[in-house]
């Protein structure tokens, strides 16, 4: 799941730009198809651009591998770090 969400992570150019960086953590639930529920936001890393772009993450990384369980609720911190542009 982390591996997924790395690949499909966009730093919002408007924050890149101004030098913005920070952690968002973000909850979401998978279900028995992989497919993303509710998605929300934990902690604020406080910065509009930056939380949208976490929960948007999640959404666009779906479908996930099918959880052992059938479903799985996750909570994940995403960071952004303007010197890596990551």
Known sequence: VTAQLARNKRYPGDA???GIGGTAVIAFA??????????????????ASLDRES????????????????KASITVPVNFNVLTGR
């Open 55 to 70: 929960r948007d993450l999640v959404r666009r990384a779906a479908p996930f591998p099918i959880p052992p369980q059938g």
């Open 16 to 18: 890149l730009a101004g």
């Open 30 to 47: 998978i279900d028995s198809a992989g497919n993303v529920g509710a998605v929300r936001l934990v902690r604020s890393s406080g910065n």
